[in-house]
Nanobody
Framework: QVQLVESGGGLVQSEGSLRLSCAAS????????MAWHSQTPGKPREVVAR???????KYSDSVKGRFTISRDNTKNTLDLQMNGLQPEDTAVYYC?????????????WGQGTQVTVSS
């Protein structure tokens, strides 16, 4: 059974930093394309960062240069380092595992972790 469990969300002031982590079980993070998605009320979920099984990363324009996606193969975790946070980054962040076919198609979802950025 595949499980993705996010942690690290919370409340932070503008320009602050947070590091989200996603612990995977039942799959290997190194063998899958994986991504972080954000969702705000009334809007669809969007991919903010993804990493291919080969390690190629891609970011949305809104987070490029501020967020970094990485994985720890020994711990089997996917991380998202979030720097320079802004109030508009406030969202629930989800970790997913899926495939690039060639667009990213998530198969498994975590439960999400709330990030709130105050001005």
């Amino acid at each position: 059974q595949v499980q993705l469990v996010e942690s690290g969300g919370g409340l932070v002031q503008s320009e602050g930093s947070l590091r989200l982590s996603c612990a995977a079980s039942g799959i290997s993070v190194s063998d899958n394309a994986m991504a972080w998605h954000s969702q705000t009320p009334g809007k669809p979920r969007e991919v903010v960062a993804r990493i291919s099984s080969g390690g190629v990363t891609k970011y949305s324009d809104s987070v490029k240069g501020r967020f970094t996606i990485s994985r720890d193969n020994t711990k089997n975790t996917l991380d998202l380092q979030m720097n320079g946070l802004q109030p508009e980054d406030t969202a629930v962040y989800y970790c997913t595992a899926g495939r690039l076919i060639p667009y990213y198609a998530p198969t498994y979802w975590g439960q999400g972790t709330q990030v709130t950025v105050s001005s």
